[in-house]
């Protein structure tokens, strides 16, 4: 299955842009996890009318215009799909994590807190890495086969960011921050991308007002995790940097799925 995660900064903004439509036609996913939908599914009746070979599942925030994920899967495949939201025993109202289950496989579109708006919004940031990450290990402890994508709002390594040094005191590329990542592959859950291509230098988010983008000055910070023990599953993970319209590019993966 082609599976692509892409923080779109509004899907409806990247629909009127006409980028969705060129998105679809050009990459074809079998499923599309989306994060910053920033739409309520009751806004979103024209959309889920255009693309409707796919069955389309949003998990909206509370506040209007604000965070929000979506897992969208085409139409042949979903008949043995059931869709969540959320963690066990975690509430959130910013529909910040939207779940599929196939068969075996649990796939999430998750997008991490930013955490630069508050004391308050930093320590919020922290709890939620923690929560999710004994999540995922519960579900693996369960024998389910677990693969995560989306925003983590992390660059793990210097290698992962244009100007390391210059932001060694900025959210986002903090110990902290940085550390919960090297947990997350302590405990066998893999970043597939640099597993598969450890030296390679590529963004998947840049600061839009300073044109980052033009001069590629950038941040990974979207990436594909899964289970150690999976990684022969997968035929190619590629960030797709030709694709605009947000100020995040998609991340690809092809991976074998038994369903």
Known sequence: MKIISWN???IRAIERKGELQKFLKTHDPDIFLLQETKAHPDQLSEIIATYSDYTQFYHAA???????TGIWIKNPLSLDVTFDT?????EENEGRISR?????????????????KSEEAWQGKLVFYEEFLQHINDLRLQGKKVLWGGDVNCAHEEIDLARPKENQNSIGFLPEERAWVSKVIGHNWIDVFRTLHPETVIYSWWHLISRARDRNVGWRIDYFFLDKSLLPLVQKIEYL????????CPVMIKVSIDI
Do not use: R
């Open 8 to 10: 779109v900064n509004g």
């Open 62 to 68: 509370d506040k209007a215009g604000y965070s929000g």
């Open 86 to 90: 959320g963690m066990d025993g975690f």
């Open 100 to 116: 599929m289950d196939i068969g075996d496989w649990i796939i999430f579109s998750v997008y991490f807190p930013n955490g630069q």
């Open 241 to 248: 940097n030709d694709q605009m319209g947000s100020d995040h």
